[in-house]
């Protein structure tokens, strides 16, 4: 099986030379121990606490268990054995070395808990996103997503939309790319059985694992729209607080993200519901049983799930570079004035709109001139995000860029 370059090695390499711990978390089976057994298999012995000798070891007896595995460590999952962060502090404090300990989780917000208590100054963070199309085509580094005219001239990737839903369909999960006979629809429902069976037992005391299952396909079906709790929870056939507490644990545990919408003080009309997005189109595509890319591409779910397969590529677009907090938003008021997507920068706004259309119109910004308004920010270049091929200009401030180069 060919290992997949990421984007983010480069930063890696950056935080172990530069803290004494690195922490990389991550969903499962993102490719965090094949990450970080490529870069520094050969400085660093590698234990997994999924191995019920290790972790028991682990809990028994921590200091033990550092004698018994000297030197540089890569310890995997290591929200497993909370035990260790009181003993990874004291060894860490005796000596100035940075990188002794690289670690991995992929339980965020119980590490973080830990970290915060025992390791504080010492550690640097990286959260590893599924892959993005770029390490798929294998077409190199890519800057953080911004709209700006230099583009026009840019080269755009050789791949046909067909081929562009293939991949949006399938999924970014490193091991179907790996292996590329892996039936997704079996690899997916491998994964919803083994994150419902072992992940979410351990993160909370969830009483029927087939009510969380339902919830998280009647999540998946909900993609791009405004989060409405109580929809969902009678869907569901829960609460409202149940329905708040299960999708902080799809978010914390890097399933899904939700995105805030912008506010400021010159909006008054601003709606507060967040918008939610799942990482990996694959999932939420298996999940709303989805069956062929054709299907998705031309059934009524294709605009969400575009959208969706848009905004986890623009996140990526800054997590591969380090970026912890995407400046990210988006806008829907009480008259009915939407932005898909909002990148804020250095007190610009780029407002963007997400469109299946391969001819989009200047009528598709129509409500992007309400940013005006924000004070102590200026309006950037707008962007139609379209099925085209080509990056070119719709109007002296219109930018059309192709959903296949973000």
């Not at 935080?15 to 490529?38: A, D, I």
Request: glycine content about 6%; some cysteine; aromatic content about 10%.
């Amino acid at each position: 099986m060919t290992y997949i370059r990421r984007e983010i090695e480069e930063h890696v390499k950056t935080l172990v030379h530069s803290f004494k711990v690195v922490l990389v978390t991550g969903p499962r089976q993102v490719g965090k121990s094949t990450l970080l057994k490529e870069l520094f298999q050969d400085q660093y012995r590698y234990v997994s606490l999924d191995d019920i000798n290790e972790v028991q070891s682990a809990r028994l007896d921590p200091k033990l268990f550092f004698i018994n595995h000297p030197g540089k460590l890569i310890i995997d999952e290591v929200q497993l054995c909370p035990e260790l962060f009181p003993e990874i502090k004291r060894l860490v404090d005796q000596n100035e070395n940075s990188g002794q300990f690289i670690l991995t989780g992929s339980q965020t917000f119980s590490l973080m808990a830990n970290v915060s208590e025992s390791l504080a100054g010492r550690v640097g963070l990286i959260e590893l996103k599924p892959l993005s199309t770029r390490e798929i085509l294998g077409k190199g580094k890519k800057e953080p997503f911004k709209p700006s005219m230099e583009k026009i001239n840019s080269i755009v990737p050789e791949i046909s939309y067909p081929e562009l839903w293939k991949i949006i369909h399938r999924g970014s999960l490193p091991e179907l790319y790996r292996q590329p006979s892996l039936q997704a629809e079996s690899y997916y429902a491998s994964y919803v059985s083994t994150f419902i069976q072992r992940d979410v037992r351990q993160i909370t005391a969830i009483q029927n694992l087939s009510l969380f299952n339902r919830f998280i396909s009647v999540l998946a079906a909900r993609i791009s729209q405004e989060l409405n709790y109580s929809s969902i929870a009678q869907e569901v056939g829960v609460d409202q607080k149940t329905i708040k507490s299960w999708i902080g644990i799809l978010e914390a545990s890097g399933i899904v993200y939700i995105i805030q919408t912008f506010s400021n003080n010159q909006l008054k009309r601003v709606t507060k519901a967040p918008v939610l997005y799942f990482f990996d189109t694959g999932l939420a595509a298996y999940l709303g049983r989805w069956k062929t890319p054709e299907t998705l591409q031309n059934g009524a779910y294709s605009g969400a799930i575009l959208e969706n397969y848009c905004v986890s590529e623009i996140i990526k677009s800054y997590s591969n570079q380090g970026v912890v907090h995407y400046p990210l938003f988006f806008y829907r008021d009480k008259d009915q004035r939407e932005i898909d997507l909002i990148i804020e920068e250095s007190g610009t706004l780029y407002p963007i709109e997400i469109k299946s259309s391969a001819s989009p119109q200047p009528a598709m910004t129509r409500h992007m001139a309400i940013l005006e308004k924000a004070q102590g920010f200026r309006l950037g270049l707008k962007t139609i995000l379209a099925q085209v091929d080509r990056y070119y200009l719709l109007s002296e401030d219109t930018l059309v860029c192709p959903i296949k180069d973000i």
